[in-house]
Each structure stands twice: as C-alpha cells, then as structure tokens.
Nanobody, 121 residues
Framework: QVQLVESGGGLVQAGGSLTLSCAAS????????MAWYRQAPGKQRDLVAT???????NYVDSAKGRFTISRDNAKNTVSLQMNSLKPEDTAVYYC???????????????WGQGTQVTVSS
C-alpha cells in the first residue's frame, strides 16, 4: 500500500556530486522517520542518514560534512545530496520509511527498490 521510488543514481568521478530522490505514495499512512541506507556487494545494508518529520537529521560518521538529507512533507519526498564522493561510497542506495496506519494504529516499515551509485577513481 506504500510505494517508494528512488531516482538519481549513476556514475560519477571521485570528488563529484550526486543527488538522490525518493517519492513516497500511499493513502491512510503517516510518514514518520525517513532514511537512506546503502549496500555494497557482499556487505550488509547500512544506515546512511535519517530525517524526522520535524526536519531533525542524523548521519553516519563517514557521511557527515559531505551528505545532506532533506524532506518535503507536503509531497512526501526525501532527498540525499552527496558531495565530495569517494569510491567507498559505491553501493546500491535504498529509500526507507516507517509509517503509522491511521486506521489500524500500527507501524510498518517500507523499502524502495534501490538505485545504483558508482564512484570511479
């Protein structure tokens, strides 16, 4: 009932920039936390950045000072601006949200399909 669609991935040289976007759709849900995760080949999926409904943000140490997460509550979108990219940032990036059902009153977790980010050296 909730769909997350990512866009903006691609190939970029080290030191370059890239912006990822995620559009969330769904009726009867309150979108609470929204976040970006990433997963490199053979590695676990790790949290990159989170943003709450009031705009409070948190970042993994390796992303601090380089990445910026933001959201538009009116459009239910979340973006990740990535600057000074490094080869170790190469991964599939996934959009994530935790929602509250306004009818049934329970929380659920939703994932996007992922978008590939490749940083060349």
């Amino acid at each position: 009932q909730v769909q997350l669609v990512e866009s903006g991935g691609g190939l970029v040289q080290a030191g370059g920039s890239l912006t990822l976007s995620c559009a969330a759709s769904g009726s009867g849900f309150r979108f609470d936390a929204m976040a970006w995760y990433r997963q490199a080949p053979g590695k676990q999926r790790d949290l990159v950045a989170t943003v709450s409904s009031d705009g409070t943000t948190n970042y993994v140490d390796s992303a601090k000072g380089r990445f910026t997460i933001s959201r538009d509550n009116a459009k239910n979108t979340v973006s990740l601006q990535m600057n000074s990219l490094k080869p170790e940032d190469t991964a599939v990036y996934y959009c994530y949200t935790q929602t509250l059902s306004m009818r049934w009153g329970f929380s659920q977790q939703w994932w996007g399909q992922g978008t590939q980010v490749t940083v060349s050296s």
